[in-house]
DNA sequence: TTTATAAATTAACAATGTTAACTTAACGAC
DNA sequence: GTCGTTAAGTTAACATTGTTAATTTATAAA
């Protein structure tokens, strides 16, 4: 029974309740249980009725990716505001990795997950807006560093220093989250995994 | 028409060709190409019999898997012969690099995708085993770079030197693969990523 | 009151992983 | 040689998936 016309209000509060439903299934119980009849099911819809909302599945997990991307973003805004450089840079190392063992399934979809190119013309993320792109925090912080002449000379491209600091984080987190479970590895613990990283790769990039 | 009693040898090469069918899908279409019917149509069987030779499609998957563990210890056995101690770890760090990037789809299943954590008694890899392990033979080079005080005191367990290493290549790689293509990044070629990422780590870690 | 249309639903399609039931042919025992 | 037994396969079926077409329902406008 359809109670008809749906002010633009109402429209955007059912796209937010699918969002919700299908984050919900997706980190209870991981990527494979994100089916869309179970999406629909648990807020008591039709299947069909997603698909007025995203033109399929891949749409809908790349706006849950965009929604996920802004709260990665505004986690860090936060630490941004730190004065000291370096402290900063560090507090952004560990507010990253926090994000990622906290919501593993959402980091794998937007970190791990190959997908279709973003978007740019559906995404709503504004890319490059230091407000919304965790990216492009992390090249602010380096190009402040790298302006101050904090790293060695030979390392001459700041944005090649972001993307490296990125991949070295980023190393730890998605070999953690594929592989922390294996026996056969001796892990030591993730805290001390972290910090070795950040000491290594930092000591060597750093005057 | 079933001719019956297939000798050991013959099961056996069954097995292997069912498993060439799956990895040809595997490459040439990606992992979402890989169901149980075309493997079976592309060998002339019916998907019910590949279950006579594996519990199911994940054990096939993991079947495959161990193949390619293999390989990359196989691929990096040669290197492991070189006798100056630093151009051997240069030379582990670009072999990895280089088998991620020639079999992307191989390393998403072995590196990138969670899955049951490896069955002991299921797997035919022997794991510590530095013929089949590539993890163990890493060890092994960082152990001897350990033993000769290559790396600043600050760094004092080896295992954690390993993955320290381990982890820096896989972030530069499987960042490549999830992201290589976004066009909002403005990527440095592979290549300098990749020294870069080498110089950076090892003057980290290294006296 | 009629009509057009937005919002939702039911029914159906083809493809998937997987299992049960059945067929066929070769081997060992007599 | 004939007769079970059993390995090696197949066909048929089930439930679940993403997705689309056809249909219903209720409201807003005429």
Same mark, same amino acid.
């Given at each position: 029974?359809?109670?008809?016309?749906?002010?633009?209000?109402?429209?955007?509060?059912?796209?937010?309740?699918?969002?919700?439903?299908?984050?919900?299934?997706?980190?209870?119980?991981?990527?494979?249980?994100?089916?869309?009849?179970?999406?629909?099911? %648990? /807020?008591?819809?039709?299947? *069909?009725?997603?698909?007025? +909302?995203?033109?399929? $599945?891949?749409?809908?997990?790349? !706006?849950?990716?965009?929604?996920?991307?802004?709260?990665?973003?505004?986690?860090?805004?936060?630490?941004?505001?730190?004065?000291?450089?370096?402290?900063?840079?560090?507090?952004?190392?560990?507010?990253?990795?926090?994000?990622?063992?906290?919501?593993?399934?959402?980091?794998?979809?937007?970190?791990?997950?190959?997908?279709?190119?973003?978007?740019?013309?559906?995404? %709503? /993320?504004?890319?490059?807006? *230091?407000?919304?792109?965790? +990216?492009?925090?992390? $090249?602010?912080?380096?190009?402040? !560093?790298?302006?101050?002449?904090?790293?060695?000379?030979?390392?001459?491209?700041?944005?090649?220093?972001?993307?490296?600091?990125?991949?070295?984080?980023?190393?730890?987190?998605?070999?953690?989250?594929?592989?922390?479970?294996?026996?056969?590895?001796?892990?030591?613990?993730?805290?001390?995994?972290?910090?070795?990283m950040?000491n290594a790769i930092?000591?060597?990039?750093?005057?």
């Amino acid at each position: 029974m359809p109670p008809k016309i749906k002010s633009p209000e109402e429209r955007e509060k059912l796209r937010l309740l699918i969002l919700d439903s299908a984050r919900t299934l997706f980190v209870e119980r991981g990527i494979e249980a994100v089916s869309m009849r179970e999406i629909a099911k %648990q /807020i008591n819809y039709s299947a *069909t009725t997603l698909y007025h +909302y995203f033109a399929d $599945k891949d749409a809908l997990l790349q !706006a849950l990716c965009d929604a996920d991307f802004l709260a990665l973003a505004n986690g860090l805004r936060e630490i941004m505001k730190i004065p000291d450089l370096l402290a900063r840079i560090h507090a952004l190392f560990n507010g990253y990795a926090q994000f990622a063992f906290q919501h593993p399934n959402h980091y794998r979809l937007m970190f791990m997950t190959p997908r279709t190119p973003c978007n740019l013309e559906t995404t %709503q /993320i504004q890319q490059g807006n *230091t407000e919304q792109d965790a +990216y492009a925090q992390l $090249k602010l912080v380096v190009f402040e !560093a790298f302006d101050a002449g904090l790293f060695k000379p030979e390392f001459n491209d700041f944005e090649l220093i972001a993307q490296t600091l990125w991949a070295s984080i980023h190393g730890v987190c998605s070999l953690e989250i594929t592989l922390g479970h294996e026996t056969w590895i001796q892990w030591p613990s993730l805290e001390m995994r972290l910090n070795t990283m950040q000491n290594a790769i930092l000591q060597g990039l750093l005057r």
